[in-house]
């Protein structure tokens, strides 16, 4: 099948030590004008990522010169460029982990390259979407987001956040005091449905009200769960 020559080209980064697994992807991924370059281990990996020029990361858990979220870690003190984790075996401890540390989403072993490529192209439609100009500023009391720059501030006090910690954020800003549904925000966030099983949105919504309280500003917004309907951005803490 022919490729439109109007789709751009993808260069992605994958640290990952499976030779096999990114021979496949490479063989799967490439036709689709994906361009993917291969790290196989942190000592690899981190110089090519801190380069910046790749869209996307795909970064595995275990790695044989150290552990993906340190690497994660240490990578999202410098970039938000968006990073799919993989984990050998679904537990939910390293998900809530690399969630908490800045992933943008992830992918348990074994997993097909389809849905792979679909998880790719949700990520950066995310990542690379621009917000109407009239709806850039958001304001909730003491905290406000810049909605095209993802930069956000609880008074004078600047609050870093992840590319799906600032879209949860965001979608609730623009309904203040409204309930929003959690599958609303996982499309929104996550451009995904959420499944019953899925905890994703609970862990960034986790994280993000540890976040709005490092100052304790006395205007600070608080975030709430109404079992079985979803999450409000209330005025204040």
């Given at each position: 099948m022919s490729i439109p020559p109007s789709?751009?080209?993808?260069?992605?980064?994958?640290?990952?030590?499976d030779v096999d697994l990114a021979q496949m992807l490479r063989e799967y991924l490439e036709p689709g004008r994906i361009v993917l370059t291969l790290a196989h281990d942190s000592a690899q990996g981190l110089p090519l990522a801190m380069q910046g020029c790749f869209d996307l990361i795909l970064l595995d858990l275990m790695l044989p010169d150290g552990n993906g979220l340190d690497l994660l870690r240490h990578l999202r003190r410098h970039s938000r460029r968006p990073v799919i984790m993989f984990t050998a075996h679904g537990g939910e401890t390293d998900r809530v982990l690399g969630l908490e540390l800045g992933a943008d989403d992830y992918l348990a072993k074994p997993f097909s390259p389809r849905e792979l490529k679909a998880r790719i192209g949700a990520v950066l439609r995310r990542f690379e979407e621009k917000p109407e100009p009239a709806q850039q500023e958001?304001?909730?009391g003491a905290l406000s987001l810049d909605a095209a720059s993802g930069r956000a501030r609880l008074g004078a006090q600047e609050v870093l956040l992840t590319g799906a910690e600032q879209r949860v954020l965001e979608i609730l800003m623009r309904a203040p005091g409204q309930v929003v549904a959690r599958e609303q925000i996982s499309l929104y966030a996550l451009g995904r449905a959420a499944d019953r099983y899925d905890r994703s949105i609970d862990t960034h919504i986790s994280s993000l009200r540890k976040k709005l309280r490092l100052d304790h500003a006395a205007d600070a917004p608080a975030i709430r769960n109404l079992r079985g309907l979803g999450y409000v951005l209330a005025g204040t803490a």
């Open positions: 789709l751009p080209t993808r260069r992605i980064l994958l640290i990952d030590d958001l304001s909730v």
